[in-house]
């Protein structure tokens, strides 16, 4: 298989961190040219691309540790430059006892962790991509601060005072939050009922302005995820939230080798654990968690009502199958039916646009 080191003469290996990269020069063979320290702006970005001027743009590469990160901006100032970039998870580091750690260390272990790989990672776009991620980590935010606020009035509701506790009994959290938020103090009230009565108000109030912000959020995530990915929102079960993983998660075609390489960063790949005459299986915890979720919602959507889904849990329980087995086997399923979609689509829109899906695994 060929490898990185084949096709370029130089990779820049980059350590990353907030106020500073540390950049360094790596020859194909694996020897260190050069070592370079700059600010994360533009000047220092400029500094790290005039690192590596000399050689042909077709000859060099870079590999950046973190680029969804503190790396991310110099990845956009590459990207927008056309060069060729390369995604390194974690540069592999000698034992902490004989061995040794520096940033000019890491960015030389990257630019060979780079070298010799069989299978590079792309960093994922930015654009649409990018939008949907701030936007669904945003309201993740909003949607958990909005639930803590709303847990805080619902205790403050069991510990009030029984003529404040009266007033707010039997109601639905929606109302309970209404009722809170109009909630007044009056001057002659003890100390107690005046200080349980601003904290209802205080924390209804909260978790009301976080719920219509969530709301706000998914609007505008479901008009992105119609516009770059409406195949996702035609599906059974998926949704503009779930939708929007997905599509994050995936980012553009060709960054995946496969769809069982999208199922393992989802997750939901079976690891072999056989031994001797024993074939069996391990729960993959690795990958991306938040992708896991969203397939386990939809798995969990599709179970309730689809036809197709039920039809298969009811062969798959005749065959002795357990109800986690079954659940583990529907969202392998989904992983590769999502993924499909995906390339698909891009490979449409590519040839419509008069454009070819890029791929690292072709040098």
């Known amino acids: 298989m060929n490898t990185l080191a084949e096709h370029v003469d130089v990779v820049v290996g980059v350590d990353p961190h907030k106020d500073t990269h540390t950049a360094a020069l790596v020859s194909a063979t694996g020897a260190e040219l050069l070592t370079v320290e700059v600010a994360t702006t533009a000047k220092g970005y400029a500094q790290i691309v ?24 110099l ?16 540069p592999s580091r000698p034992a902490r006892r004989n061995g040794s750690k ?7 272990r990257a630019a060979r962790e780079a070298l010799c790989r069989p299978h590079l990672g792309e960093p994922r776009r930015g654009d649409d991509r990018e939008a949907l991620r701030v936007l669904n980590a945003t309201r993740e935010g909003a949607v958990h601060a909005c639930t803590q606020a709303t847990n805080a009035v619902h205790a403050l509701v069991v510990t009030a005072p029984e003529s404040i506790r009266d007033r707010l009994r039997d109601l639905s959290t929606t109302m309970l939050l209404r009722r809170c938020a109009s909630l007044r103090v009056m001057g002659d009230w003890p100390v107690e009922e005046r200080a349980t009565v601003t904290a209802l108000r205080c924390a209804a109030r909260r978790a009301v302005a976080l719920g219509t912000e969530a709301d706000v959020l998914e609007r505008a995530i479901a008009k992105i995820i119609d ?32 769809e ?65 087995e079954i659940r583990r086997c529907l969202k392998r399923y989904v992983a590769r039916d999502l993924y499909r979609i995906l390339e ?3 490979v449409v829109s590519a040839h419509t646009d008069g454009l070819m899906p890029s791929c690292l695994d072709h040098f």
């Open 344 to 346: 698909r689509a891009a």
């Open 102 to 108: 520096t940033d000019a260390l890491d960015a030389v």
């Open 75 to 90: 990845c956009r100032v590459l990207r927008r430059l056309g060069e060729r970039i390369i995604e390194i998870d974690h």
């Open 227 to 258: 516009d770059v990915a409406p195949e996702l929102i035609a599906e059974h079960g998926v949704g503009p939230i779930t939708a929007a993983v997905v599509f994050c998660a995936w980012s553009h075609p060709g960054r995946h080798r496969s």
């Open 50 to 73: 005039q690192l590596a001027a000399a050689y042909p743009r077709e000859r060099r590469a870079w590999a950046i540790e973190g680029v969804s990160s503190y790396g991310a901006g």
């Open 260 to 324: 069982a390489a999208f199922a393992s960063l989802a997750g939901v790949a079976p690891i072999p654990a056989s031994s001797g005459q024993t074939v069996r299986f391990r729960l993959n915890r690795r990958g991306d968690r938040q992708l896991n979720r969203a397939l386990h919602t939809i798995v969990t959507t599709r179970l309730r009502a689809d036809p197709d889904t039920l039809a298969y849990v009811a062969k798959r329980t005749t065959d002795g199958k357990t109800r986690p």
